[in-house]
């Protein structure tokens, strides 16, 4: 250590470079014993200093809600003579049942606004659109059809709806937006953020996300396909061997909103 420091820092006073000890007590308390302390027990470690512990345990359906965003890989149109575009598609997931009781495509990116509407659509039963068949409306499940239907002024369809007693996000601009805040507030719910860098606090929505890009996006014309800019070189790798050619089409139209149960 004094080796590298008179060859790097030649003016650096000799009497005030720390010992080999003191550097390895420095070590060990910055990252560990294992010398590579991960980024996830940083995190962990500030949580438990701010209070933040255990785990919430979900018992029933509208318990938890959890809300989060992600870019689509897919190109839309607006119109059948516009430029492709982006989009934002934002997911609302019931934590119990693993449902989307609502989902929103915001072209480009979201705002507080589009994620406070998001919450309405979770609160208010879906109609009825024409040509669904009886398979498509309210099932009894202990609210009668007609309960429903004269509550709302029309027949709802099978898609559940409830006002959530927590919402779970992350910790994005719209998220911590104090409109959407307080309007979240006003409706009854608990805010819970996610922790930062713990993936595993939103594994569900996580999980639908990928689900949703396997089953559907890549099936689309204008699928584009991960950015392979952001891997490391094994993945990268991985990628180029097995990725298919993003398409330059894309699929005319879009919705700015939708709840369907197709």
């Known amino acids: 250590m004094h080796q590298y420091m ?112 998001l919450l309405r659509d979770v609160m208010l039963p879906l109609p009825m659109r024409d040509g669904w068949g009886e398979d498509m409306e309210w099932p009894y499940a202990g609210v009668p059809a007609e309960v429903i239907a004269e509550f709302t002024g029309h027949r709802g369809a099978a898609l559940p709806f409830f006002a959530p007693e927590t919402v779970t996000t992350d910790h994005g601009g719209p998220y911590k937006n104090h409109d959407l805040v307080e309007a979240e507030t006003e409706i009854g719910c608990r805010i819970l953020p996610a922790r930062v860098l713990r993936q595993a606090d939103k594994f569900a929505v996580e999980r639908q996300f990928l689900t949703i890009q396997t089953m559907l996006f890549e099936h689309l014309l204008g699928f584009t396909g991960g950015d392979v800019a952001n891997a490391g070189p094994t993945r990268n790798a991985m990628r180029a ?13 879009s919705s700015r909103s939708g709840r369907t149960v197709n």
């Open 6 to 117: 008179r060859e790097r820092f030649p003016t650096f006073p000799t009497e005030k470079i720390p010992s080999r000890w003191t550097l390895a007590a420095v070590w060990k308390e910055w990252f560990g014993p294992s010398g590579a302390r991960p980024r996830y027990g940083r995190t962990a470690e500030a949580a438990a200093e701010a209070g933040v512990s255990g785990r919430v345990v979900v018992h029933r359906p509208g318990q938890v809600l959890v809300l989060d965003s992600t870019p689509m890989p897919v190109k839309l149109r607006e119109t059948v003579f516009g430029d492709a575009v982006t989009a934002t598609l934002t997911l609302a997931l019931d934590l119990y049942t693993h449902g989307l009781p609502a989902f929103r495509l915001t072209l480009q990116s979201d705002t507080s606004v589009d994620i406070a509407m």
């Open 241 to 253: 061997s097995h990725s298919r050619k993003p398409s330059t089409s894309s699929r005319p139209g």
